[in-house]
């Protein structure tokens, strides 16, 4: 799956990282660097998580959303669950 990036660049520069600096240390190179901040080019989610390690952020930080853990789901199934129709279900 391909992902949009729209944080990259603003992480990259709170970093002090040039795209050069960026694209050496995670492998890339510097056009695919500005492709990707510049949003002309979604990446694949190995290459957002690889730089998403080199700047030290999680890939839902670059990819400027979040991501619901499953365990935050589970946790929302279980309150449901215990309130269901107003019979509490013990789990």
């Given amino acids: 799956m391909s992902v ?3 944080r990259l660049r603003g992480i990259r520069e709170q970093q002090g990282m040039t795209r050069s600096q960026l694209a050496k240390a995670a ?4 056009r695919t ?3 990707a901040e510049s949003r002309t080019q979604t990446v694949s989610e190995r290459t957002a998580a690889e ?3 080199v700047l030290g952020v999680t890939i839902e930080d670059i990819m400027g959303r979040k991501i619901k853990s499953p365990l935050t789901q589970i946790q929302r199934l279980k309150k449901s669950l215990l309130n269901y129709k107003g019979c509490p279900i013990w789990i």
């Fill in 33 to 35: 660097i500005y492709r």
């Fill in 4 to 6: 949009s990036l729209p």
């Fill in 51 to 53: 730089l998403a390690t």
């Fill in 27 to 30: 492998g890339y190179s510097k």
